[in-house]
C-alpha cells in the first residue's frame, strides 16, 4: 500500500508539469512530453506523464465519475491550471 512519503515525488513532479504547462505554450509543451522517449524516464516521470497527457489531452478523453459508471468527457483547455484536478 502506498503511503503520502510514497507519492510526494510524483505529486512534485505534476506541480512542476503544471507550473510548465501554464507558463508556456500549452500545447507545445503537451507535445514535448507526448515525444518524450519513455526509456530515458525514471518511474516517477512515467508515472506523472501517463497522468498529465492523459487529463491534458487535446482534443482528447478522460473519464469522470465516482462510481462504476463511466463518462467521457472533452477535456477542457484550461482545466490544467487549477491542479486540483489531479488530485
Not at 10 to 39: C, G, P, S, W
Not at 47 to 74: E, I, W
Amino acid at each position: 500500500m502506498l503511503s503520502n512519503m510514497d507519492i510526494t515525488p510524483l505529486i512534485k513532479e505534476l506541480k512542476d508539469m503544471i507550473k510548465q504547462h501554464n507558463t508556456n505554450n500549452a500545447k507545445d509543451f503537451y507535445m514535448t512530453v507526448r515525444e518524450q522517449e519513455i526509456l530515458n524516464l525514471n518511474d516517477i516521470e512515467i508515472a506523472a506523464r501517463f497522468l498529465y497527457l492523459n487529463k491534458t489531452g487535446f482534443n482528447g478523453l478522460y473519464r469522470v465519475n465516482s462510481k462504476v459508471n463511466l463518462m467521457y468527457l472533452l477535456i477542457k483547455k484550461d482545466m490544467i491550471k487549477n491542479s486540483t484536478v489531479f488530485f
